[in-house]
Nanobody
Framework: VQLQASGGGLVQAGGSLGLSCAKSGGIPFDYYAMGWFRQAPGREREFVAA????????TYTDSVKGRFTISRASDGNTGYLQMNNLKPEDSAVYYC?????????????????WGPGTQVTVSS
């Protein structure tokens, strides 16, 4: 399983970005839980959002609730993290991760497959 995150970039505070997590081959994305994590310079990697494999449960860290939305495409290959009303403190490298029939947990160990990160920079 290979993942590729994309969609990062530079945006002004209050702007929006949409991150994509593309999965190559194998079992469709629909059978995987997805998590997004981020790591800012000098800080530990932290949980951002998760989607249970069944698609019926989403979880967000408090600081992004109401601003970020995690979802999956119907094509079976792509997951998303829509980020609105971005703040400078959202600046980080963002990582997507998936787990077959996973519960969509907040921990690193909840996911087996990780993609390389994509940089998000929010200017004030």
């Amino acid at each position: 399983v290979q993942l590729q995150a994309s969609g990062g970039g530079l945006v002004q505070a209050g702007g929006s970005l949409g991150l994509s997590c593309a999965k190559s081959g194998g079992i469709p994305f629909d059978y995987y839980a997805m998590g997004w994590f981020r790591q800012a310079p000098g800080r530990e990697r932290e949980f951002v959002a998760a989607l249970r494999w069944s698609g019926d449960t989403t979880t967000y860290t408090d600081s992004v609730k109401g601003r970020f939305t995690i979802s999956r495409a119907s094509d079976g290959n792509t997951g998303y993290l829509q980020m609105n009303n971005l703040k400078p403190e959202d600046s980080a490298v963002y990582y997507c991760a998936i787990e077959y029939r996973g519960r969509g947990g907040r921990g690193f160990a909840d996911y087996t497959y990780w993609g390389p990160g994509t940089q998000v920079t929010v200017s004030s």
